[in-house]
T-cell receptor, first 114, second 111 residues
Framework: DAGVTQSPTHLIKTRGQQVTLRCSPK?????VSWYQQALGQGPQFIFQYYEEEERQRGNFPDRFSGHQFPNYSSELNVNALLLGDSALYLC?????????????FGPGTRLTVT | GNSVTQMEGPVTLSEEAFLTINCTYTATGYPSLFWYVQYPGEGLQLLLK?????DKGSNKGFEATYRKETTSFHLEKGSVQVSDSAVYFCALSGDNNDMRFGAGTRLTVKP
């Protein structure tokens, strides 16, 4: 049973550039959530996709956008990168888009902005 | 809005010591509560969960009870091992399914 996978593992970008991160959910899951985890902190909710639509969004600027494909995989895009965007980006999957469910996390993508 | 406050670390214990990591929450409605663990260089792994008041979640010797009257979900283990060294996160998920995490507590267990 394949778990949540993310690519790439590591990424280095320059300020002002754009980046795309990818996530494949756990087999059978249809909901994908994205989180930003700064060093030494807990994950912060960015947004959630279900049925190819953004359903919930945390307190992140419009520079952060996403997409969900018909096969439930998802992308996170960040435009106009800032130094403060350096973090571990985690993808999590769950089933059914309902509240209160456990989420299964991928290993994350470590983004460094220089 | 929903939030989680977690005991700050780091916590250093000797092997076989008793562990408690405190977690309290603020939420509207009836959230589900979780403990996740993060080992170095890895993503988060679900450790245990509780979905309603008075539920006890347990896994690998860890336990936590959903206390609605005190809005708490403290993590306990009777005898920690070196392999339990990791960062532990308390989290809640409400009706909107946006999971909120505490800041994390780093546990180091020494032999």
């Amino acid at each position: 049973d394949a778990g949540v996978t993310q690519s790439p593992t590591h990424l280095i970008k320059t300020r002002g550039q754009q980046v795309t991160l990818r996530c494949s959910p756990k087999s059978g899951h249809d909901t994908v959530s994205w989180y930003q985890q700064a060093l030494g902190q807990g994950p912060q909710f960015i947004f959630q996709y279900y049925e190819e639509e953004e359903r919930q969004r945390g307190n992140f600027p419009d520079r952060f956008s996403g997409h969900q494909f018909p096969n439930y995989s998802s992308e996170l895009n960040v435009n106009a990168l800032l130094l403060g965007d350096s973090a571990l980006y985690l993808c999590a999957s769950s089933l059914g888009g309902r509240g209160g469910l456990e989420q299964y996390f991928g290993p994350g993508t470590r983004l460094t902005v220089t | 809005g929903n939030s989680v406050t977690q005991m700050e670390g780091p916590v250093t214990l000797s092997e076989e010591a008793f562990l408690t990591i405190n977690c309290t929450y603020t939420a509207t409605g009836y959230p589900s509560l979780f403990w996740y663990v993060q080992y170095p260089g890895e993503g988060l792994q679900l450790l245990l969960k509780a979905t309603k008041a008075d539920d006890k979640g347990s896994n690998k010797g860890f336990e936590a009870t959903y206390r609605k009257e005190t809005t708490s979900f403290h993590l306990e283990k009777g005898s920690v091992q070196v392999s339990d060294s990791a960062v532990y996160f308390c989290a809640l998920s409400g009706d909107n399914n946006d999971m909120r995490f505490g800041a994390g507590t780093r546990l180091t267990v020494k032999p």
